[in-house]
Structures are given as C-alpha cells and as structure tokens.
C-alpha cells in the first residue's frame, strides 16, 4: 500500500494535501519550486516534479563481451538514448562488424562516434513518437505481404520473390523492436501514455500482438526457405491450386485477425476460428496430393504446409486478445 495521507482544507474551501518529506528532498523540492499536475483519464491527480526541466538522454556503457548483441538489443527496448562499447585496449574488427550489423537491425540508431577503443551509438529518433497503433498497422501491412509473396513463390518456384522475403523480414524485425521500445517507454511514462491514448494493459496487448506478428514473419521466411530448397522441382497443377487456396484462406483469417484486435470486435474474432475447418479441409488435400509427389518434393510441401498453419495459429492467438 502506498503512502496514505488525509485531505485538508483551508477554511476558505481549498484543499491541500503535503508532500512526502523525503520524496520532495530526493527530487530537489523547496519553498517555492514549481510542480506540474495533470489529471489521468481514469482520475488520477499526476504530480512531476520535473516541469520545466529538460529530459537528460539515458546512457548506457557496454563492454566487449559474448553476449554483446543481445545486450545493445536490450538496453535498445529499454528506452536508452546512448549506448557506448568501450574495450579495454581496442576493438577489433569482429567486434566492430558484430557492431553495426546490430545498429542496423534497429530502427533509428546509429554510430555516431567511433575511436580505437570505443563505439557510442545514438537512437535519433525524438518524442513526440508515432502511436503504437500505427506502428503496428504498418507491420501487420509488412508481415500480409510476406505471406503472399512467401506462397506465391513457393507455387510459381519463383526464386527471387523467395529470397525478396527472407531480405524484407529485416525491416518486419525493425518494425517489432521499435514498438517494444516505445510500449516499454509509455509504461515508464505515465504523461506519455496519456499523450497517446494508450493505457498499460493495453501495452500489453500490443506487444502480444507484435510478436505474434513477428512470428508470422519468421513463417514466411522459413516458407520461402523451402521454396529455395526445391531446387527447381515443379508442382503439379492441383497441387498449385490446393496451395494457393489455402494461403487465401490464411491471408483472410489474418486480416479479419488484425481488424478484430483493433476494432475490439468480438463477432470478427470468432470468424477466425470458424475458419479452423477450412484450414484442416485444405491441409488435408494436399497432404493427400503430396502423396503422388516425388520423394525429393514431398518433405517441401508438407513443411509450406505447416507454415502456413503456424500462420493460422497465430492469427487465432491474436484474435483471442479481442477477449
């Protein structure tokens, strides 16, 4: 429980209430210091302490270590600003390479200082931020596209859309991190989730969204994997066509998917499911006609079966955040 302080009231009809002591002394408060109070959706009265000083950038310092990459990643959706390597003598090569390949897997940072012994990356990108709304549409947007392209060309043995979207699943990775960043900046802040209209719990759902999201991506990469790895092995018409019939029915289960989860739609969400028995019908064709398939090609089309189905799944996952 928190700290519990009656209301008073002045005898002209004001009410007050004090401050904790140590509260008001760890954040510099005197005898006329000047507090920012701002009324919260639900009720609530915030007081910052902070108005009218400018925000100081998060920095954070790093050295050279085996987990190097998971650890920029991290301090990355954390929230933080800078995030310099330092290496006791000099940073090799490896290093370096290891580096920047991680800055650009991540939207908005960037090496903005380099020596011998020391890389300091910057996230340029400033507040106010895109809403997480918008974010996350243009990653659904990214991830249906994927899962056209990652069908199509495993029907058509087209091998350079097959690698077109194994290439785009590293703008799809960008989209995921940044919202991370900003939902676990919005619950840090609670002025900013009320500047963008989004609560805690709805943070959550949005970040449950974006990875199931981000794993539809990695089953179309894996998809068009299997794609290359036909190795110019051509379908049979039926087969094609029972294909392309079910990447229909999973790009439409995954649109009605998206659509529930923003519109909070209930009725859109129980179509997903509906479509389970669509799904086993047409999995179950194929898994048939795969039967007069070559040895070489078989394992191919039941794996671009089962990706399209883990593509199912979490189109399912997602529209039972609408509950």
């Excluded at 919202?179 to 209209?197: A, D, M, W, Y």
């Excluded at 199931?212 to 092995?233: K, N, P, R």
């Excluded at 089962?306 to 997602?318: A, C, G, K, N, T």
């Amino acid at each position: 429980m928190g700290d519990l302080r009656k209301i008073q009231q002045t005898p002209t009809g004001t009410f007050f209430v004090c401050l904790p002591r140590d509260w008001a002394k760890e954040n510099g408060l005197q005898k006329g210091s000047l507090v920012d109070l701002e009324v919260t959706a639900d009720g609530k009265l915030l007081v910052d302490s902070k108005y009218g000083v400018e925000q100081q950038p998060k920095v954070a310092s790093l050295k050279v270590g085996p987990f190097l990459s998971r650890e920029i990643v991290g301090h990355y959706l954390l929230g933080y600003d800078v995030i310099r390597v330092e290496a006791k003598d000099r940073i090799d090569s490896n290093v370096r390479n290891l580096i920047k390949s991680t800055a650009n897997s991540l939207a908005g940072l960037m090496i903005v200082e380099e020596t011998t012994s020391m890389m300091s990356l910057q996230c340029l990108m400033q507040q106010p931020f895109t809403s997480p709304e918008k974010i996350l549409q243009r990653n659904h947007a990214s991830a249906a596209r994927m899962i056209r392209d990652a069908a199509s060309s495993f029907v058509t043995l087209d091998m350079d859309l097959a690698e077109n979207v194994i290439e785009r699943d590293v703008e799809n990775n960008k989209f995921y991190f940044l919202l991370v960043r900003i939902l676990r900046t919005i619950i840090q802040n609670p002025r900013l989730s009320e500047k963008l209209g989004i609560s805690p719990i709805e943070c959550l759902d949005y970040r449950l969204a974006a990875s199931l999201i981000e794993g539809i991506g990695d089953a179309c990469v894996q998809m068009a994997s299997a794609t290359l790895a036909l190795s110019g092995a051509k379908l049979s018409e039926d087969l094609r066509k029972l294909m392309l019939d079910l990447q229909s029915t999973c790009c439409e289960a995954n649109e009605q998917a998206f659509k529930a989860f923003l519109g909070k739609d209930i009725s859109l969400a129980e179509n997903v499911r509906d479509l389970k028995g669509k799904i086993e019908v047409n999995s179950a064709k194929i898994e048939s006609a795969a039967k007069d398939a070559s040895v070489d090609l078989m394992p191919q089309i039941l794996a671009a079966v089962s990706f399209l189905r883990q593509i199912y799944e979490r189109s399912v996952d997602m529209a039972d955040l609408v509950v």
